[in-house]
């Protein structure tokens, strides 16, 4: 099912000019770049995990920058990222991690970059009352930060997808969260060490899940 909402358009944001293709170099080694023999198709090589905290609660991975980027964190919080060089798949190298108890089982990365520095938007769990989502800065891959954490009005747990965070789509200096029940939130991320809640839509007839903003 798809919906639309229509949003007031925030404060016009003047993004950082883009490089060439050929002018852009990335912090990591990129992707895979080895010879794969016949042989070793559709074959597992290596496995990935997280800190001494990590109970291998494992939802998605992602590219940053020429690193594998992999959050880890169980539904009832406790949890991080860690970013490895994957351009031997078979033999990663960790290059980076950190830990934070608030941080959530996350199903999207939604990742902006402010005042150049580079933050990404997870779930995040404070108890079964409270909760909503969290920022890293990760503008450094080999020391991920946790800079701040903002509460979502209605936040309640153990359910894992009725009123909780679910999904997130940074656009310019808003991020956009879907949160089942509780609609939709924007979230004023001008500073991601201050966020503040902007707006909520309620008039959503079903569990708002994983979304993309557009435009």
Known sequence: MVFFIACAEP??????ALPSPGDYTLAGPGGPAVTIDSSSIDQPCAALSGGPED????????IYDGYLLMPWAP??????????????PCNP?????AYNALMRETHTLGIGEVSGRTYLAVDAHVDDDHGGIGFWDITDPTAPAWVSYLELPG???PDAYFRVSLSTSWQGDRLFVSSGLLGVFTVDVSDPAAPAIAAQWTEVAFLAGSFNVIG
């Open 93 to 97: 190298v960790k290059v980076g991690e």
């Open 155 to 157: 936040y309640a747990y």
């Open 55 to 62: 109970v291998e609660h494992h939802n998605l991975v992602g």
């Open 75 to 88: 539904e009832d919080g406790g949890g991080g990222l860690s970013l490895f060089e994957f351009d031997d």
């Open 11 to 16: 404060a016009v944001v003047v993004p950082d």
